[in-house]
């Protein structure tokens, strides 16, 4: 293999790193930074950066192999699409409890003697 080309697999989990990265931020941003103690402007530079990183990586990739774009992003949105239909088909109990336990799901155990 020639010296500076990465092979199309490499490119293609490159992608999906970043993009799981940026909405592994996201998620921590908009659900869990209270809970966590997370700053905010840490989490959102984080973003910032992995989108800068993705938009470069992305546009040089698609100027020598415009397919590996095509791809990963069709993959990553056929993996998107299919958990957003597995939740709307298998949405949480409603006596969930994240973070701790649900009181249904409790169990009483007597002390040993």
């Known amino acids: 293999m020639p010296a500076g080309i990465v092979p199309e697999s490499s490119c293609s989990r490159s992608f999906a790193y970043l993009v799981m990265n940026i909405l592994m931020h996201w998620g921590v941003w908009r659900n869990l930074r209270g809970d966590i103690g ?21 546009s040089l990739k698609w100027q020598s192999d415009p397919l590996i774009v095509v791809i990963a992003f069709v993959g990553m ?7 957003r239909v597995f939740l709307a088909l298998n949405p949480p109990p409603s006596e969930a409890v994240y973070g ?5 799901h409790e169990e009483k155990h007597e002390p040993a003697s």
């Open 38 to 58: 997370a700053r905010g402007s840490v989490l959102l530079t984080a973003i910032t950066l992995n989108l800068i990183v993705l938009a470069a990586f992305a």
């Open 77 to 83: 949105t056929a993996v998107v699409l299919s958990a």
């Open 100 to 104: 701790g336990h649900s009181s249904a």
